[in-house]
């Protein structure tokens, strides 16, 4: 079934739902995107800890012109697979963003309720423009309006682990993006 890390998803990865390879493929087209559409600008990237970290890894490399980075941190959901749909700021940026077009590389979109909250603040900051990056996104899923510019793989409603998403602070170093056995969080 997964050729990385079957020890690791034992017992616990119901599918593959995205193989190393397909989301490989999906970061390289979306870095082509990014690469033509700033040709020029000041880009600023930012990356969400800590489950968009592998992604932002990824995605920088396949990106052809000189960019900036940085990282936040938000945390919405307890140890649970439920948003709390309350986001809390734990690390901020601490440069300024204003004269500068902001891309925020996120690992998911899922309610939808981080990236809107990250884009209200960032607004206020005086940036010259503002752009949203995913590399996965459940559209079924959605409690208040938000797109990606850049999206990568769509995927149904299942709780997802692994490339930066966790369970319970785990499984992010799963190569693939595999569903979560669900008799793993339901008897909890
Ligand atoms: P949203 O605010 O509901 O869009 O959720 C965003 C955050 O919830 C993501 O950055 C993830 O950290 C987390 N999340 C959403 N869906 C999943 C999932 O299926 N597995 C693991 N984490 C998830
Ligand atoms: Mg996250």
Known sequence: MMENNSKLAENIVDRVLASKEEIQKAVARIGAEITRDYEGKELFVIGVLKGGFMFMADLVREIQIPLQMDFIAVSSYGSSTKTSGVVRLIKDIDKPLDGKHLLIVED???????LKYLKEMFATRGPLS??????????????????GDYVGIEIPDEFVIGYGLDYDGKYRNLPDLCVLRRDVYEKE
């Open 108 to 114: 998911i979109i899922d309610s939808g309720v981080t």
């Open 130 to 147: 503002i752009r949203v990056c995913t590399i996965f996104d459940k559209p079924s899923r959605r409690k208040v309006e938000m797109q």
